[in-house]
């Protein structure tokens, strides 16, 4: 009895340490993978997935690749080995998921990229995502609403390298500072391949990876802290002052933000973020972060939940419009985003349901 009952404390420690969540024994009709439950936004993601799939007579397993393509690889295996008819993914690394998915694909199973685009591959059926472009635009217009003199400082931060979002988030915030950039209202303070391209109002996918590839955050709050350090020891004191930042996320923010506040020749920063991470909530109550980019995950995941439900009961998913992953059109879902700042904090995120205002202070 006594080994029997260390077995299964051992599985379920398995099963915690590798983020298994299945609501049903047996088969699963639809498998869930996440990039890693080390970020607060991917745990928020599965609270909202298994809140949806519980009103459902379907079962769900959700598992986290732990910022690893090739654990990400064993979870796909792993649930086709149970029966999925449907596989949710969003993606560690956009490209090397393309041969993981079409594992899945071969089983004839139907593929719904979420929130990343999985790229260069035919695999991937459907794609439900927020409106990554436009994320990218309400930050840049966050900063630029904001300028009210020429020749302000702009540091510009990115995402990974490897997830196709990183480079759409971009596009989206240099659509709107470029011509601000142009005109010399902005002054890029940190990367010599924006400052080369800034006279271009569109850049390539190879122009975007020359700049990304130079201020890319890696979605680390470590590399964004010591990036965000080495740009301010290089920056002479006239390139500091009030200061424009554009931040990738709300944990790069964060790093980022306490940085420039550190630094006594920064004597006012604006910085964007997104996600409405609970602690960057708090930050923007306490003016330490201007402003986030809420993408409701309630939205997202009964979007995906429901394309998923629609497919096994043999109906058509509902699309709005298409993202070329570089193989293929995709069919996708695509979910509206609101700004939040300081003055609407309360009416968007605690009067809307979505966190408790027990959770922050000062509001």
């Not at 915690?16 to 869930?32: E, H, P, Q, R």
């Not at 991917?42 to 090739?70: K, N």
């Not at 071969?106 to 794609?127: F, M, P």
Request: glycine content about 6%.
């Amino acid at each position: 009895m006594k080994k029997f009952v260390c077995m299964m404390l051992t599985a379920a420690l398995c099963l915690s340490l590798f983020g298994g969540v299945a609501l049903a024994s047996g088969t699963v009709d639809i498998g869930i993978v996440l990039p890693t439950k080390d970020e607060p936004r991917w745990l928020q993601d599965q609270a909202r997935f298994e809140s949806v799939i519980a009103d459902t007579p379907y079962t769900v397993e959700v598992l986290f690749s732990q910022g690893s393509s090739a654990v990400e690889r064993t979870n796909i295996e792993t649930l086709i080995s149970k029966g999925i008819k449907v596989l949710i993914i969003c993606a560690h690394d956009a490209d090397a998921a393309g041969l993981s998915v079409e594992l899945a694909k071969e089983a004839g199973i139907t593929v719904i990229s979420y929130d990343r685009l999985i790229t260069n591959t035919e695999a991937v059926d459907y794609y439900v995502t927020f409106d990554s472009v436009s994320v990218g635009e309400a930050m840049g217009k966050y900063l630029a609403d904001n300028v009210k003199e020429k020749a302000q400082s702009l540091y510009l931060y990115a995402g990974a390298a490897s997830d196709n979002n990183a480079f759409l988030f971009f596009e989206g915030a240099w659509n709107i500072l470029q011509p601000l950039i142009a005109d010399g209202t902005f002054v890029i303070r940190n990367s010599s391949e924006a400052v080369a391209l800034q006279a271009e109002p569109k850049l390539t996918r190879e122009q975007l990876s020359k700049i990304i590839g130079q201020v890319t955050t890696e979605w680390d709050f470590n590399v964004a802290k010591s990036k965000a350090e080495a740009h301010l020891t290089a920056a002479t004191k006239d390139e500091k002052g009030l200061c424009f930042v554009l931040a990738p996320n709300d944990g790069t923010a964060r790093s980022i933000g306490d940085v420039f506040a550190a630094d006594a020749d920064v004597n006012g920063y604006y910085i964007t973020g997104q996600d409405a991470e609970i602690a960057s909530v708090q930050y923007i109550i306490d003016g330490k972060q201007s402003m986030t980019v809420f993408k409701d995950t309630r939205t997202l995941a009964q979007d995906a939940m429901d394309m998923a439900i629609a497919l096994i009961k043999g109906e058509e998913a509902k699309t709005d419009v298409t993202y070329n992953n570089g193989a293929k059109e995709v069919p996708s879902k695509q979910t509206a985003v609101t700004v939040v700042t300081k003055d609407n904090v309360k009416d968007v995120l605690i009067d809307s349901g979505y966190y408790a205002s027990s959770q922050f202070t000062g509001l």
